[in-house]
């Protein structure tokens, strides 16, 4: 390589990429407002004055994820081929609509169709697809940070979203909250998605991060060169200088290992995040020293994020999850012996550090992997699998307490799903091997921060 561009041109003063994270930002602060945390602050209410069970109120999540689940990868190869403006724009719209309409429900048949089948094609294009591409598009070198941004999002929403929604309920009735919420949704989301959204840097004469594009082929080698590997030798952050066609990902066997263990080396976190409230009211507190109480957990996961931003950017993503899995086995476990009720604010808090990387690694490991071109399409074949754990998660602790009246059963088995986790992250949670077949550079992978 012996012609290097002769002049640099500058970089735009602000990069629109931040503005992208912010949309991304508010797309799952939104997300989990009106859904998970909303439902947490709802699900005692709703069941006190439909009769329905526990269960049955969480239950709608089921068809909800079978319906994800479908159109996920049809959602992911649009996304790609088309960009994420429009189809997450009607999916924020749709699924504030289905929200509003919950007030309305007095069946609950009707409750299972509008709020589980229809959310279920509105969820996966909010939170998963397009988020992910949000960052990974826009970010390389700074992608740590840039989902370490969009991953907060989740506790600052626990911080509000329990008290606003509780309070709503005391206000307006669990009917009303839900009007509120749909209005959220479409406020936060759907709006400024379709104002501010820009699929690709390159569509403003940018590379990611806020390089500006390069005037000849030569540049763009030197932008892409490989990097010598970190201080922390094979631990040290990995991220591949390969754009892995989507077609030839899928046949990897690591594909298929992060698909199906990442959402469930963790599985005690998206259960608190549903049942936090209802967890301690059954350990005998009132609906609001319930609600106060549930904060141990969200700011377990605010403080996380800056754990692991930190970790993300220098350590290697796969053993990013050998931590995050063992933190999981000793939390759950801890919750459950856990003496007193103070010890136990300290176990949930403890199990929030872990729940608090889900996202932020979720945003990071598979552009690491597999390169940045085709992750729609790709999380678009995984996102079934983070869903399905996201929900079952919840469904089978409240199946489990409305049998025993405990969810001790249930944080058991979760704790013993995170250990086994943990193993198969070390065994086969490494970067696929190149075989020659992936689209766009032939370069080897590279470790590099």
């Known amino acids: ?145 840039a989902a370490g941004i969009v991953s907060i999002a989740i506790p600052i929403s626990g911080f509000f979203g329990v008290p606003l929604a509780t309070a709503l309920v005391i206000q307006f009735g669990w009917r009303g909250t839900w009007v509120v919420l749909g209005a959220i949704l479409i406020v936060l989301v759907a709006a400024p998605t379709w104002f501010l959204w820009k699929s690709r840097p390159e569509e403003m004469g940018l590379l990611p991060d806020g390089e500006v594009t390069p005037a000849s082929p ?34 990897t066997p690591v594909f298929w290992v992060l698909a199906v263990i990442l959402p469930i080396i963790a599985l005690a976190g998206p259960a608190f995040t549903t049942l936090v409230v209802a967890f301690f009211r059954g350990r005998g507190l009132s609906p609001a020293a319930a609600a106060f109480a549930s904060s141990s957990f969200v700011v377990g996961t605010f403080f996380a994020r800056f754990m692991w931003g930190y970790l993300g950017a220098r350590l290697h993503i796969q053993y990013c999850y050998v931590v995050l899995g063992l933190i999981a086995t000793a939390a759950t476990t801890l919750i459950v012996v856990a003496p007193g009720i103070r010890m136990t604010y300290v176990s949930v808090a403890f199990l929030g550090t872990a729940a608090g990387g889900l996202l932020q690694l979720q945003l990071q490991i598979w552009p690491d992997y597999f390169g940045r071109e085709g992750i729609g399409t790709l999380r678009g074949y995984s996102a079934p699998f983070q869903i399905l754990g996201t929900t079952l998660g919840p469904l089978f602790a409240a199946f489990v307490h409305d049998r025993t009246g405990s969810y001790d059963r249930a944080l058991l088995l979760y704790a013993a799903i995170s250990a086994v986790c943990v193993v198969i992250m070390l065994v086969a949670g490494g970067p696929p091997k190149y075989r020659g077949a992936a689209a766009g550079s032939a370069s080897s992978p590279a470790q590099g921060g």
């Open 1 to 145: 390589m012996t012609n290097l561009p002769q002049a640099a041109v500058r970089a735009p003063r602000f990069f629109y990429g931040w503005v992208v994270v912010g949309v991304c930002f508010l797309a799952q602060f939104g997300g989990t407002i009106t859904g998970t945390y909303g439902l947490a602050a709802l699900l005692v209410p709703m069941s006190q004055d439909t009769g329905w069970s526990q269960t049955q109120i969480i239950g709608v999540n089921l068809p909800a994820s079978i319906t994800s689940a479908l159109v996920s990868p049809f959602f992911g190869r649009i996304a790609d081929r088309y960009g994420t403006r429009a189809p997450m724009t009607f999916a924020a719209l749709l699924g504030g609509i289905t929200i509003i309409s919950i007030a309305w429900v007095h069946d609950l048949w009707v409750y299972y169709l509008v709020f589980g089948l229809v959310n279920g094609v509105t969820r996966p294009m909010v939170q998963v697809i397009g988020v992910s591409q949000g960052v990974a598009h826009w970010f390389v070198k700074r992608r740590a940070l």
């Open 218 to 251: 030569t540049e763009s080698a030197v932008v892409a060169a490989p990097k010598a590997p970190g201080r922390w030798g094979r631990f040290s952050h990995y991220r591949t200088e390969i754009e892995w066609a989507p077609s030839e990902a899928i046949k």
